[in-house]
C-alpha cells in the first residue's frame, strides 16, 4: 500500500490549522474547536474526512504502519485535537508482522497519545477485511477478526472507543464486500459511505 508523500493540499491545511493555532496563543492548551484527526494509511489516507466532519485534518499515509504512526504523532499533538480517530496496521500484517506485533503497535500509539494529548478522545477503528482471492498467500481474514477482539479488548479496558468496522464492510464469507473495494484491498466510494455512516453514531455529522 505505497502512497505519496505528505504533500499538497493535506499538508498545506496541516501548516495551515498550525499557523491559526499559534496566531490565537502560544499555550499548549489551544484547541481549535471539535477540531478531528484522522490518522492511519491508505486506506484512512483515500477519503475527504473533513467533507463529512469538518473540521477535520487527514493524517492518513499510503504504505504506514504502526511504527510510521507512532514516529509522527507530534504532528498530532502539535494540533492537539478533540477527537482523534486511528485505522492501523493493515501494511504490517501484508509485511507478515504477527498478530500480537500489531497489537503491541498500537498499545504505543495508545499510551503516547495518552500522555502527550490527555484530553484528547482517542477513538480506535478495527482492523478491515480483504479480499483473499485478490491477495493470495497472505494469512486468512479470521487472523483479522482474532486481532480486532484483542483490540476491542484492550480498548475496553482502558475506556476507549473501539469502532468495528469489519462486519459492516465484510460479507458472510468474511471477504471485503465486492462494492466495498477498487483492488481487493483498499475501499471503493460504498466502503467509504459505509465508514462514515459507522462514525456518525458516535460523533454526528452532515448526511
Given amino acids: 500500500m505505497k502512497g505519496p508523500e505528505t504533500s499538497g493540499p493535506a499538508a498545506a491545511l496541516v501548516l495551515l490549522l498550525l499557523a491559526l493555532l499559534a496566531a490565537e496563543s502560544p ?3 489551544t484547541r481549535l474547536a471539535n477540531l478531528k484527526i484522522f490518522l492511519g494509511d491508505s486506506l484512512t489516507e483515500g477519503h475527504n474526512w473533513a ?3 469538518p473540521p477535520a485534518v487527514n493524517l492518513g499515509i499510503g504504505g ?3 511504527g510510521g504512526v507512532w514516529a509522527r ?3 498530532v499533538v502539535d494540533l492537539n485535537p478533540a477527537e ?3 485505522q492501523i496496521g493493515i ?3 501484508l509485511r507478515g508482522a504477527p498478530p500480537d506485533e500489531i497489537l503491541a503497535g498500537h498499545l504505543r500509539i495508545w499510551d503516547e497519545l495518552a500522555e ?3 484530553a484528547s478522545r482517542l477513538r480506535v477503528v478495527s482492523m478491515l477485511p480483504y479480499l483473499e482471492a485478490a491477495l493470495p498467500g497472505l494469512p486468512p481474514n479470521l487472523e483479522l477478526i482474532l486481532l480486532n477482539a484483542a483490540l ?19 460479507d458472510a464469507d468474511n471477504q471485503l464486500r465486492l462494492d466495498c473495494t477498487s483492488d481487493g484491498l483498499h475501499l471503493a466510494p460504498p466502503g467509504y459511505k459505509i465508514w462514515s455512516d459507522k462514525l456518525r453514531e458516535f460523533l454526528g455529522g452532515p448526511s
Avoid at 476491542?152 to 465484510?170: Q, T
Fill in 51 to 53: 467533507r463529512d466532519f
Fill in 64 to 66: 504506514d504502519t504502526c
Fill in 27 to 29: 499555550a499548549k492548551e
Fill in 84 to 86: 482523534i480517530f486511528l
Fill in 116 to 118: 502527550r494529548l490527555p
Fill in 152 to 170: 476491542a479488548e484492550e480498548a475496553g479496558r482502558r475506556g476507549l472507543v473501539f469502532i468495528d468496522l469489519f462486519r459492516d464492510l465484510a
Fill in 73 to 75: 504523532l507530534g504532528e
Fill in 91 to 93: 501494511n504490517d500484517f
